[in-house]
């Protein structure tokens, strides 16, 4: 069974500054796909960055980028000049062909005025 | 174009009731899907339709239903509310199955089983 594992439950930072996740997964398949969605306070789920498991090179989306390491199995996530809007649950999800996303069991980022 | 909807954003049942959560796409996508969402967990699969007329079993699909009633529309049963099912349900829609497809999520639903 595929498993996905965020080691931090809460990480807090200062506006401007660059804040890490972790994220590890379990896997014996080669090509898959990875996903950090944001949750704010709204609920809503909102789609980050996605990483291609066959593509070396690391995702970017203006201030979010990822670090891929597939030997491994790591997926971090890195938010870049830290916004008030930042805050909110981040989960990191894995997904196989076909049928369902695997999702961690987030982090919340607290980004302080 | 509004996405994903999904309604209604609440809803209180007592042990034994039975409802229906709806959930409509508008954007042509073929794949939908119902996650639910427990206090400081990620989301976990319950149903999923891959394509109009069909529909397959996710990780949790014990005491639930599904219908997809068309291509838009893939409404959630609980046939006989307990309060283990109290939990946020969200619904999602994709272009297709495929690996790197991405899902577009609805605002949730809040379901409280008293």
């Known amino acids: 069974a595929q498993t996905v594992t965020q080691s931090q439950p809460e990480m807090s930072v200062q506006e401007a500054e660059t804040v890490t996740l972790s994220c590890t997964y379990d896997?014996?398949?080669?090509?898959?796909?990875l996903f950090w969605y944001k949750q704010p306070p709204s609920r809503q789920m909102i789609l980050v960055i996605r990483?291609?498991?066959?593509?070396?090179q690391n995702a970017t989306e203006n201030r979010f980028s990822v670090n891929f390491q597939k030997a491994a199995k790591s997926f971090s996530l890195k938010i870049s000049d830290s916004q008030l809007g930042d805050t909110a649950m981040y989960f990191c999800a894995y997904r196989l062909a076909g049928n369902k996303l695997t999702f961690g069991g987030g982090t919340r980022v607290l980004v302080k005025p | 174009n509004a996405g994903v909807t999904q309604t209604p954003k609440f809803q209180v049942l007592k042990t034994g009731q039975s409802m229906t959560l709806q959930c409509a796409q508008d954007m042509n996508h073929n794949s939908m899907y119902w996650y639910r969402q427990d206090p400081g967990m990620g989301l976990r699969l319950i149903y999923y339709?891959?394509?109009?007329?069909?529909?397959d079993k996710g990780e949790v699909p014990n005491g639930y239903n599904v219908s997809r009633l068309n291509k838009r529309e893939f409404s959630l049963r609980l046939e006989s509310a307990a309060p283990s099912q109290t939990s946020v349900y969200f619904c999602?829609?994709?272009?297709?199955?495929?690996?790197?497809?991405?899902?577009?999520f609805g605002p949730g639903t809040r379901l409280t089983v008293l």
């Open positions: 999602a829609s994709s272009e297709n199955r495929v690996r790197g497809d991405t899902q577009y």
């Open positions: 896997t014996s398949e080669s090509n898959y796909y």
């Open positions: 339709s891959a394509s109009e007329g069909t529909t």
């Open positions: 990483q291609e498991a066959y593509k070396q």
